[in-house]
């Protein structure tokens, strides 16, 4: 089968592999879609930061080279001995997460920071390829209402709704997300189902015209430097309740935890390729409370699919292009490279 593998900085390969087989307790799954994820672009160009290279992973076993592709999509092609709680034929989405169910982490419901954690395309085979082969208790069904592309942004909508759950936000709340992509315009629609008031922060028009589309309720261009004085005049001169940033670029978790009011809670989505310096005493004296969130935890992917199907969470407009995996490359990974791209999520179609 036709596979993109990581080798290495910079160094991606269309390859063609073995079908996997399935072991006990696992399903083979024909993928349908797979998104192309920032994290994705950021391995290969800066990595190996989260990709698996040099140990094998505790629980799977997996190194480098690896197979890419953690936004996946797809239908149930063969099951394992043992497999009970998924059929051949049905439709779903890979919880690409695998925790080990045993650490001191896991035992008190905090697996999304499993030190053992194995993810699908970063630390086991990815969904950028034909099929996939994934434990069994990690698949959630789809219902007929989510169709197989709006499947596939199942997984950034379980990142968005994971800060959601993680900053606390009550209903009244005033919300800024800090960066609408993909992920940013996810939360900003999770956000506003808690009730919580929304504003899109961005330094792209055309991020903030589909954030309006979407139903926020204020959004600031951060491009003229004026975010600082336009979130306070927003807010009565006090600042946000919460900011939740998901940009991942160098300064903006600085300025996300300066945009936050005193006694505010800074939520940090992005994953960051660079290591800003930043005065600590904004922290504490102002007795801001930062709060890292990534993977997901217990229920939210089912959440993620439930919101999508109930039309809670919208992801029909976050679909920018839809290319065949033979091109992933040069249509795919390329064009999330220019500096001037429009695009939010690039689906691959093996």
């Known amino acids: 089968m036709l596979a993109l593998r990581y080798h290495g900085n910079k160094d991606i390969r269309l390859e063609d592999i073995p079908v996997p087989e399935p072991g006990e307790g696992e399903v083979r799954v024909r993928v349908t879609y797979t998104g192309i994820c920032a994290t994705d672009i950021e ?3 800066h990595g190996p930061l ?44 890979i919880n690409n997460v695998l925790t080990c169910g045993a650490c001191f982490w896991c035992q008190r419901g905090q697996q999304a920071v499993c030190p053992n954690m194995a993810v699908a395309g970063l630390s086991a085979d990815g969904g950028l390829a034909e099929f996939i082969v994934w434990p069994a208790t990690n698949i959630v069904p789809l219902a007929e209402s989510v169709s197989d592309e709006e499947a596939a942004l199942v997984e950034p909508c379980t990142a968005a709704i994971r800060a959601v759950r993680n900053s606390g936000v009550k209903a009244g709340d005033t919300v800024a997300v800090v960066g609408a992509g993909t992920v940013g315009l996810l939360a900003v629609q999770a956000f506003r189902a808690t009730g919580a008031r929304v504003i899109a922060v961005d330094i792209r028009e055309q991020s903030l015209e589909t954030a309006r589309s979407l139903g926020v309720d204020h959004t600031v261009n951060s491009s003229n430097g004026n975010a600082a004085e336009e979130l306070l005049e927003l807010t009565d001169g006090i600042g946000p309740d919460i900011v939740a940033e998901t940009a991942g670029a160098a300064q903006t978790p600085i300025e996300a935890i300066d945009w936050t009011r005193r006694g505010g809670t800074t939520v940090l989505v992005g994953i960051y390729s660079a290591t800003p310096q930043m005065n600590f005493n904004n922290i504490v004296g102002f007795e801001r409370r930062v709060v890292g969130s990534v993977a997901a935890g217990p229920g939210d992917m089912a959440a993620a699919a439930w919101m999508i199907g109930s039309g809670r969470i919208k992801v029909n407009d976050l679909i920018s292009a839809k290319i065949p995996l033979e091109r992933a490359i040069e249509d795919g990974f390329n064009t999330m490279l220019e500096p001037d791209k429009n695009v939010f999520r690039i689906l691959i179609k093996p």
Request: hydrophobic content about 35%.
């Open 43 to 45: 391995e290969w160009q």
């Open 50 to 93: 989260w990709v698996q290279h040099g140990s094998p992973n505790p629980l799977t076993g997996r190194e480098t080279p690896l197979t890419l592709g953690h936004e996946i999509t797809g239908h149930v092609e063969k099951v394992g001995a043992g497999v009970t709680n998924v059929l051949v034929g049905q439709r779903v989405v």
